[in-house]
């Protein structure tokens, strides 16, 4: 990366890292390189493409143009060495544990992952002889039992973590993982590269879903992985071109244009977030309310420390448990039901009647998602409109 794409501050990074070094027709946005394949001017340059001798796009699974000014924006923002998008978030994380992972091998999960992460990590590459641990990733000394040396190769921390917010403390982990020779990966999807970066708490490895925060508009599904030094980026690019999950040059260039906006679209959503937690937490029909910024979040102290702030995803307990939340699931009108998050718009979640109806009370309750929990993932609309919103509903719940 040159010096264009290491300008000092957030903002200025997420408006113009990965723009064309040398643009064609002195365009001010990176264009749409639609294109599976890229022609050679003769043998022998296509010969040092491929050797690596000279620098150059080949076929679009391998790289292409407008994937790498998204690429170039991210890892500029994680201060990472370089990125690597992906087809999704999942094949970002697949990715990463297909590079990292043998036969044999073991690995140490955060147990509130996103649930596919931990879906395939138990179903699927159990089936190649590689074992996992999942466990609460906030407690040091819990992980610390999980490691088992020598199989254990790495640490996957997701913090903030789905839906009960908790918070892992990425430097102190970073420090067990590297004195057992372990790699530590985070998924930063929750917080964004806005809000916390990972590497430099000490993670060897950063992914996100594109999908949330970092497009912010709810339209594009993808992923990225960045790395904190080539000798790593080396070992998982190869494995990202043969399993094939690369992602598509339109598809960069949607997020690339939502990625231009994170830094605005996070202060505004976050400012939303914490003004409905205080107004949430005085709400009669509200028993208990989730935000990493309220001083009672038991992490808090922790998040302080490694975030520069705390986000816009709140979860709360309603009043009349399961049948309070269904209320408030049909009541409200500005709120959208629907999964994800970080998208401009306010999504509200009731996993009980919803994502998690089909997982056994027990097994949902002991993964911390209580009957009467709500989500919010909040956007960037007014804050009085918001607020007006979740009070009608929660004033239906009798
Ligand atoms: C959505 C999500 C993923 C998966 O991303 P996709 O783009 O849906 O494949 C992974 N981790 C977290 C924290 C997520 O929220």
Redesign the pocket.
């Known amino acids: 990366m040159d010096e264009i794409n290491q300008p000092a501050h957030k903002s200025t990074k997420a408006i113009h890292a990965g723009m064309l070094k040398k643009p064609v027709f002195g365009e001010v946005s990176v264009p749409i390189f639609q294109t599976s394949t890229f022609s050679f001017h003769s043998a022998d340059e296509g010969a040092a493409r491929f050797s690596g001798e000279e620098d150059g796009f080949i076929y679009t699974r391998m790289g292409n143009p407008t994937i790498r000014a998204l690429e170039e924006c991210v890892a500029s923002l994680e201060n990472g060495y370089k990125g690597m998008a992906t087809?999704?978030?999942?094949?970002?994380?697949t990715t990463v544990f297909l590079a990292l992972l043998d036969q044999g091998s073991h690995m140490v999960g955060t147990a509130s992952?996103?649930g596919?992460?931990r879906v395939v990590a138990e179903r699927e590459f159990s089936r190649f002889g590689v074992t996992s641990t999942f466990v609460d990733t906030s407690d040091l000394n819990t992980i610390e039992k999980a490691i088992q040396l020598p199989h254990t190769r790495i640490i996957y921390v997701?913090t903030p973590?789905?839906p009960t917010l908790s918070v892992t403390d990425i430097k102190a982990v970073a420090q067990l993982a590297h004195k057992n020779n372990l790699m530590l990966i985070v998924?930063n999807?929750?917080a964004s590269p806005c809000l916390q970066r990972p590497l430099e708490l000490g993670a060897d490895i950063v992914?996100?879903?594109?999908?949330?925060f970092i497009n912010g508009h709810s339209d594009v599904?993808?992923?990225i992985i960045v790395t904190k030094d080539e000798m790593l980026y080396n070992k998982i690019k190869p494995v990202l071109n043969l399993f094939g999950g690369t992602m598509d040059p339109h598809q960069a260039w949607l997020v690339l244009r939502g990625v231009r906006t994170l830094p605005l679209r996070i202060e505004k959503a976050q400012e939303n977030a914490a003004r409905l937690s205080s107004f949430l937490l005085n709400h009669p029909k509200v028993k208990w309310v989730n935000y990493i910024g309220l001083p009672g979040h038991p992490q808090h102290h922790i998040a302080k420390k490694q975030m520069d702030g705390f986000g816009s995803m709140i979860s709360f307990g309603v009043h009349n448990g399961l049948d309070g939340g269904k209320i408030v699931m049909d009541n409200v009108r500005l709120f959208t039901l629907a999964v994800?998050?970080?998208g401009v718009e306010s999504l509200i979640e009731h996993p009980a009647s919803m994502t998690h109806a089909s997982v056994p009370r027990e097994e949902r309750e002991s993964a911390g998602i209580r009957d009467e929990l709500i989500r919010v993932s909040v956007g960037c609309e007014h804050f009085e409109d918001l607020k007006n919103d979740l009070d009608q509903a929660l004033h239906k719940i009798p």
């Open positions: 087809a999704s978030g999942m094949a970002a994380i992952v996103y596919p992460t997701e973590a789905n998924d999807t929750f992914i996100h879903s594109l999908t949330k599904v993808g992923g994800s998050l970080g």
